[in-house]
C-alpha cells in the first residue's frame, strides 16, 4: 500500500472508530444544544466585592466577558458589585429567591444557613487550593455541594480560590498558649471557633473597620488574605508580627446560579458557563499566587515572619478536632460532609507526602 | 428615596459604568465572533497517546467532545490516537508542516528541535504544576513559548499536567554517589543529562521495552510517572525500591496548533479552544492526583519507598546548575526562557514556602 492510500486508510478507519463511541453523546448533546442557538439570554449576577477588587473583582468581569465571547455574543451576564443590587452578604438570598440570577462570592460566608457550607469553603489544616478541586471532582464533594445547596434552590460551581492564606497580623508574640488568653482577634470561620476553645476572643469585624479597630487597640490581632491584599489594606504599618498561616489552606469561591434559571440554559450555555468558570478559578488562583510573591518579596525585610509554636499547634489541632466533631453531632448535612472530606484528605495525604510536600521540601 | 427606586437607580448607575469600561471590547468581539457564526470548522488533532489510554488518552477526547458542545456543534475537532495518521512522535513535525491541524503531546518530547523547549515542559527540582501554569500566565513563559514555537509555526497551550512525578523503580538501593557510578537508568530528559555527569548512563527505551528491560536486567532502574501509570506497566513486581521524585515536579503537556490554522479560526472558536484546554489542564491534573493517591494507598505494604541521600542530592543539584548552565551557554533561546523560569522560581519559592510548604509540613 502507498503512504498516501495507508494513511487515507487509517483516517477513515480512526474516524469511524471514534464515532461508534460517542456518536450518540456527541448527536444529543449538538441538538440540544442547537435548539438555544442564537437565543439571546441575559442574566444579572451580583458580587461581594467593590466594583473593580484586585483579582476576585477583575476576575469574575473577565469571567462575564468571556461567556459573552464564547457564546457568540449570546450568553449576556451583566455582573452588579457588591450593594447594587443587594448588600454584599445578601448574594446567597437574593440568588436564592430569584431576585438576581447568580452570584460571585466566598463559600466560607454561608455557614449560618448551613454550617456544612464551611466545608466546601475550606477547613483549618486540611486541603491546600488544588486538593480542594480534587475533592471536589473526583473525592465526592461537588454533588454533596450541588445536593445540599439545592435545597435552596441554588446551583455552585467553583469560581476562584485563594492559596494559602497567612494567620494574621498580631500586635504581640504568640511564645505560650497562654498567649492566646484574652486574645482579641479577628478571625471569622471554624478557624475563630478553635481559638476561642483556646481562650481568645475571636471579634467579627467588617473590612473596613478592620484597621482602625488594630491600631487602636481594640482587637489584638487579625487575620485577612495574604501578602498583596493585607498590604493594601495597611497592616504592616501598625502591627509588626505577620503569622504563617493554618486556619485557610486553600479557600474557595463560588458563582452560583439559582436552580431554576440554571436548569432553563441551552447545554451550550451551561458548558460555557462550567469552563470559563473553570478558567476563572485557575486564573484566580495564579493571580493569588503571583501578586502574594511580589507583594511578600517586598515585605519581607519590614514584617517578621512567626509561627506558631508546636505546643499551641498540638493544641489547636486538638481543638480543631473538637470542633469539627461537636459540629457533626449537630448537624448531620455537616458529618456527611466531613466523613467524605476527610476521606479525601486521608487518602490524599499518603501520596502528597511523598510527592509535593517532598518536592517542596528537597528543592534548593 | 424608596428602596425600590434607590435600587433602579444603582441598576442603571451600575449598568452604565461597566458598559463605558468594556464597550469597545465586547461590541468587537461580538462583530467578530459573530461573523463565524455557524460556520463550520473541522480540525484533525494527532496524539503521542493510544487510544483511550488512561488521562491523557480520555482527557484529550472529553476535550473534543467539549469544543463541540461550547460552539453549538460548529467546532469540530477528530482526535487520532497515536499512529493512526502520524508516528506518536512526529506530531510536532506534522502539525507545523500542516499535515494535520493540532495534536495533543508531553513538550518534554521536543527539545531536539530546541533545547529551549524542555524547560516550557517542566525543569528537575524547580516549579510544580500550579507554579508553572502561573510562570506561564503571569511570569512571561506563556509569551517565550508562543514566541519560540511561531518559529516553528506552531501555537501552543498548556493541556495538562502531570502533578509530581516519581523517581522511578530500582533494582538496589542508592546509599552513596558510588551507586551511581554505571547505573544503567531509563531517564529521558534534562534528569537523565544530571544523572550521567554523576557517572550513571541514561538509556533510551521506548514504553513497551522498559518492563522486559528491568526485568531481565538490562537496565537497573527506571523512572517512569508515578503509583497509577508505574501500577499499570508492572514495575512493583520486578523492582523493590520507590524513589521519591526530583526530576520531574510538575511535567507540562501541550495541545498545539498549527499557527496558520489557529489564526484563521474566529474569535470565538479560539476562545472556546483556550477555556477548554484550561478545564482539561486542570481535571488531568485533578485525575492524576486522584489516581495515584489511590493507586498509592494499595502501592504501599508492598514496595519500599525510598529518598535519595542528601549527599546525593546535594550532587545532584551542583550537576543540574551545570546542565542548565552549559546549555544556555550554546543556546541563546535557552538561556533567555532559563532566566525567565529562574526569576519566577526565586520570587516564587520565597513566598510558597512561608505558604504551602508551611502548610504541608504543619498538618497532621
Known amino acids: 500500500m502507498k503512504r498516501r492510500d495507508f494513511m487515507q486508510a487509517s483516517l477513515v478507519g480512526g474516524a469511524s472508530l471514534m464515532l461508534s463511541g460517542c456518536r450518540r453523546d456527541e448527536k444529543e448533546s449538538i441538538k440540544s444544544t442547537n435548539i438555544n442557538r442564537g437565543k439571546k439570554t441575559k442574566l444579572t449576577l451580583a458580587t461581594s466585592w467593590p466594583a473593580n477588587f484586585p483579582i476576585m473583582g477583575t476576575g469574575i468581569e473577565s469571567f462575564a466577558k468571556r461567556c459573552l465571547e464564547l457564546s457568540g455574543g449570546t450568553l449576556d451576564i451583566k455582573v452588579y458589585s457588591k450593594d447594587v443590587l443587594v448588600p454584599a452578604l445578601q448574594v446567597f438570598d437574593a440568588a436564592s429567591s430569584g431576585q438576581i440570577d447568580a ?12 454550617s456544612a457550607f464551611s466545608i466546601f469553603g475550606g477547613v483549618p489544616l486540611r486541603l491546600t487550593s488544588d486538593e480542594m478541586m480534587t475533592w471536589m471532582d473526583f473525592g465526592g464533594g461537588y454533588e454533596l455541594w450541588k445536593e445540599t445547596y439545592a435545597k435552596f434552590n441554588l446551583y455552585p460551581h ?6 494559602p492564606q497567612m494567620g494574621g497580623w498580631f500586635k504581640k508574640e504568640i511564645k505560650s498558649l497562654d498567649d492566646l488568653k484574652g486574645l482579641k482577634i479577628r478571625m471569622p470561620g471554624i478557624g475563630g471557633e478553635v481559638l476561642q476553645r483556646l481562650g481568645a476572643t475571636p471579634v467579627l469585624l467588617a ?22 491584599l493585607d498590604n493594601m489594606m495597611g497592616f504592616p504599618k501598625i502591627a509588626p508580627y505577620y503569622y504563617k498561616g493554618w486556619h485557610e489552606p486553600g479557600s474557595i469561591l463560588e458563582v452560583t446560579f439559582n436552580k431554576q434559571k440554571w436548569d432553563k440554559l441551552s447545554i451550550e450555555h451551561q458548558g460555557i458557563i462550567e469552563a470559563a468558570a473553570r478558567e476563572m478559578s485557575v486564573k484566580i488562583n495564579e493571580e493569588f499566587r503571583y501578586k502574594n510573591a511580589l507583594a511578600y518579596s517586598e515585605l519581607e525585610d519590614k514584617v517578621e515572619i512567626k509561627e506558631l509554636p508546636s505546643k499551641v499547634m ?3 489541632k486538638i481543638a480543631l478536632n473538637g470542633v469539627l466533631h461537636d459540629e457533626a453531632e449537630k448537624n448531620i448535612d455537616f458529618k456527611r460532609v466531613l466523613k467524605s472530606h476527610e476521606d479525601f484528605y486521608r487518602l490524599n ?3 502528597d507526602d511523598i510527592s509535593t510536600k517532598h518536592f517542596l521540601n528537597i528543592r534548593s
Open 158 to 163: 467553583i469560581g476562584g480560590t485563594t492559596g
Open 349 to 351: 495525604k499518603k501520596w
Open 207 to 228: 473590612a473596613a473597620e478592620i484597621y482602625t479597630a488594630l491600631e487602636r487597640g481594640l482587637i489584638d490581632a487579625s487575620e485577612w488574605v495574604g501578602p498583596f
Open 314 to 316: 498540638d493544641a489547636i
Open 103 to 114: 452570584f460571585h462570592s466566598g463559600v466560607y460566608y454561608w455557614k449560618g444557613k448551613n
